[in-house]
């Protein structure tokens, strides 16, 4: 196992941050959207103004920083991203279902042990890890009290909240980004904060109970059972709750008698019949774990990622799609183009003639929009018939770097626009676009959006951040993608997955040569715009 | 004002249901031309009329509905085919455009145009004509002009937002005769114009293009004291 080894806690696909910041970068495999902050309760605008001092994003722990590191590690017919979030869609822009291990066994069996084991030796750069522990219902006053005295029930179906759970794991394997609470058990409440999460290549999912609940089990693609000998167990457990947790003897004791062992009979070990296997040992038993490993890379191998060269080969000499909008082809659209595209243009001459054409790519797009009649009384105290936008509020997204040069058309023409941020790499090795960075209204699901990006060639990267938009439950049909070139088949890989997609740009290109440049195209538009190219093109 | 009188008759209904498609390059007349209309533009032109617009709106949707005229006007301007190679060594079949034209606003809201202008083109040229109406006679008179040298070997977008009558427009255009600019080389900028106006003014220049965003019974009154804030 590459990076993850001997670290804690496991890869997994989960952060914890505010304002649906969302951080992809980091080092290596284990840090990757693994940090934590408050969540913000928006309360009056100087208490946000202080939570924002002292709510900063903190690291739970730290991002050893490889900067230096190839952003993929191959071993064995594997990539191993170890940055930015690859695909986790097909090439038709749906999600690919996540394969769902559910690890059930009794307090101490070492449930943690054997998912972790199988993280280390599925070797998948995205696997979320969801514990059961999560679940628990928030106690009364009562109860609270019974707990301190050892009395309250946590082994009993009852004591979990089955109903967040199942929706949770539902939006996980659906794609969608979710809110896990965070339980104390000290408080024996949620705490404020939340764990976001999002569906992965693999999502493990442990507890004394998982197995308990119909939905629960239809949604596992694979049930293991890890069956650890009831004395070992209760050894582990007095040892954890004594020297861990400062309880004491008797109280543990108690307790184990009282709730565990009934439990653990009377709920637990009946649903071993529902799993696929059954692990004896736990985490010692490597011959089991390599068996699932083994299936899970079957099934996975079966699902496959190379997005981009799928992309690039699907849909061509097709007519093009009713939702694209090519911006009229006047002398100016003409000759701005052949200042922008010319390599020998300097870039003085460069950012201003793709400023033009950004603002009249904007225009067009907001003409697109739903419209509405209204009556007004003019200066003259006459009545006019005239139009009023109907397309409510407006955010711009912009993906990183070359789009968020047309920002300052978009603000140039509607006032108080916002405007979110997604950051979009392609990984230089692999040719796939990487997810690393999003930062979004947290109710960006009322707004219109308009994503922004200068240049479209395989639609790799604009299908992933629609997809982002998407599991952020944006409307397919509030999305305007504006884009200055596309190619064609970028314009159909991104109808064809997203046919409500409003796409508007100002000219479209036939081909794409071997670097998924368009051609002929006009370079890399955001190398020329920031002045960041390598010294010639030549 | 006698304007008051006079009602929107003869527009067709489905001028005022949203439109599906923009309406483009709608020649009223040979060269009466409107730039393409759609809902975005006839919403910039109601908040322009509106009665309640603030200043801060009324100039930030003037400037949009301004840059819109311009940039139609300039693809009046002449160019030449012209084969460039992009960045990935391909070639594109491009088109170049060719010195020769010029602005010109009528003071001073004409002037309102010029930041359009320079928006779009960096380093043109702009003359100026400045033209007062008699109180008493209602006769225009030029009182200051001032042109590129060379004017009359060029292009002219010929700036006015507002045109009610002509008279202004037709002033304006003598003057450029008279320094050797050809009708056929004038194009009018223009935001919001009456039918009566177009007429006297394409009867008096039939060869000079007007580029105009609405042709109405009404036009808005006092745009440069709006614009300019001096009402």
């Not at chain 1, 711009?396 to 979110?420: F, H, P, Y």
Request: some cysteine; aromatic content about 8%; proline content about 5%.
């Amino acid at each position: 196992m590459v990076a993850v080894t001997g670290r804690d806690p496991p890869s997994s696909a989960s952060s914890e941050c505010s304002e649906n910041s969302e951080d992809f970068g980091g080092g290596t495999i284990d840090v990757q959207l693994e940090f934590e902050t408050k969540v913000e309760t928006p309360t009056s605008p100087s208490a946000s103004r202080n939570q924002n001092k002292t709510h900063r994003r903190e690291r739970t722990f730290s991002a050893s920083s490889n900067k230096g590191d190839p952003p993929v590690i191959r071993t064995r017919q594997r990539t191993i991203y170890t940055a930015g979030r690859p695909p986790w869609y097909d090439k038709h822009g749906q999600t690919i279902e996540p394969f769902v291990i559910g690890i059930c066994g009794g307090s101490a069996s070492g449930k943690t042990t054997v998912a972790k084991k199988i993280i280390e030796a599925l070797n998948v750069p995205w696997v979320t890890l969801l514990s059961m522990d999560s679940f628990y219902k928030v106690l009364n006053e009562d109860q609270h009290e019974q707990a301190e005295k050892n009395k309250y029930n946590f082994d009993h179906p009852d004591a979990f909240d089955f109903d967040l759970l199942i929706d949770t794991l539902k939006k996980l394997k659906e794609g969608k980004r979710v809110e896990v609470p965070v339980y104390n058990f000290v408080t024996h409440a949620r705490e404020k904060r939340f764990k976001f999460m999002y569906g992965a290549n693999v999502i493990i999912f442990e507890g004394i109970l998982c197995f308990a609940h119909k939905d629960l089990l239809d949604m596992m693609d694979m049930k293991a059972f890890i069956d650890t000998d009831s004395d070992i167990r209760l050894a582990r457990r007095l040892k954890r709750d004594i020297s861990e947790r400062g309880r004491d003897l008797i109280g543990c004791l108690s307790q184990y008698e009282r709730f565990v062992k009934p439990s653990y009979d009377l709920h637990i070990a009946p649903t071993m019949r529902h799993a696929d296997l059954v692990v004896p040992r736990g985490g010692e038993n490597t011959v089991a774990i390599d068996l699932i490993v083994h299936h899970v890379h079957a099934q996975l191998q079966a699902r496959g990622l190379k997005l981009r060269s799928a992309l690039a080969e699907i849909h061509n000499d097709q007519p093009m799609p009713t939702s694209l909008h090519i911006l009229p082809e006047t002398s100016q659209v003409r000759g701005i183009h052949t200042f922008i595209r010319n390599r020998d243009t300097d870039r003085d001459s460069f950012i201003f003639y793709s400023k033009r054409l950004m603002r009249l790519l904007i225009e067009e797009s907001l003409s697109l929009l739903p419209f509405k009649q209204i009556i007004v009384e003019t200066q003259q105290n006459l009545v006019y018939e005239g139009m009023k936008s109907g397309a409510g509020k407006i955010c711009g997204v912009s993906i990183l770097r070359a789009g968020e040069t047309m920002e300052q058309a978009l603000c140039d023409v509607l006032k108080n626009v916002r405007l979110g941020k997604i950051l979009i790499q392609t990984n230089t090795m692999t040719g796939e676009p990487e997810l690393y960075y999003l930062r979004l209204p947290k109710d960006i699901q009322d707004y219109r959006i308009f994503l922004m990006d200068a240049t479209v060639a395989t639609g790799a990267a604009s299908m992933m951040a629609i997809r982002v938009l998407l599991d952020h439950d944006v409307p397919e049909d509030n999305i305007t993608l504006c884009s200055l070139l596309m190619a064609s088949s970028g314009v159909q890989s991104i109808a064809y997955a997203f046919p409500k997609v409003q796409i508007v740009t100002t000219a479209v290109d036939p081909e794409i040569n071997d670097k998924f440049y368009i051609k002929p195209g006009i370079g890399n538009f955001g190398d020329r715009y920031f002045g960041t190219e390598a010294i010639s093109y030549s | 004002m006698p304007v008051a009188e006079v009602k929107p008759d003869v527009v067709p209904q489905e001028e005022h249901s949203p439109l599906k498609e923009p309406k483009r390059d709608v020649p009223i007349s040979n060269n009466v031309k409107l730039i393409p209309i759609t809902n975005q533009t006839r919403e910039l032109q109601t908040i322009i009329r509106e009665k309640n617009t603030s200043r801060g709106d009324f100039v930030f949707y003037a400037d949009r509905l301004i840059r819109m005229v311009v940039e139609e006007g300039l693809n009046h301007f002449p160019y030449t085919p012209q084969t460039v190679i992009t960045p990935i060594g391909a070639t594109y079949e491009g088109l170049r455009f060719v010195k020769g034209g010029c602005g010109v606003s009528i003071v001073r809201s004409g002037e309102a145009m010029e930041k359009g202008l320079r928006d779009c083109c960096r380093s043109i040229r702009i003359g100026k004509i400045l033209i007062q109406s008699n109180e008493d006679t209602h006769e225009a008179k030029v009182v200051y002009a001032k042109f590129p040298e060379d004017v009359a070997s060029r292009r002219v977008l010929l700036m006015y937002p507002i045109m009610s009558t002509g008279n202004t427009i037709i002033k304006a255009t003598r003057v450029l005769r008279d320094h050797g600019v050809k009708a056929e080389n004038i194009i009018l900028l223009n935001l919001f114009c009456t039918p009566k106006a177009v007429k006297c003014v394409t009867d008096a220049f039939p060869q000079l293009t007007i580029l105009t965003t609405e042709v109405h019974p009404v036009a808005p009154n006092h745009f440069g004291q709006k614009y300019f804030g001096t009402d």
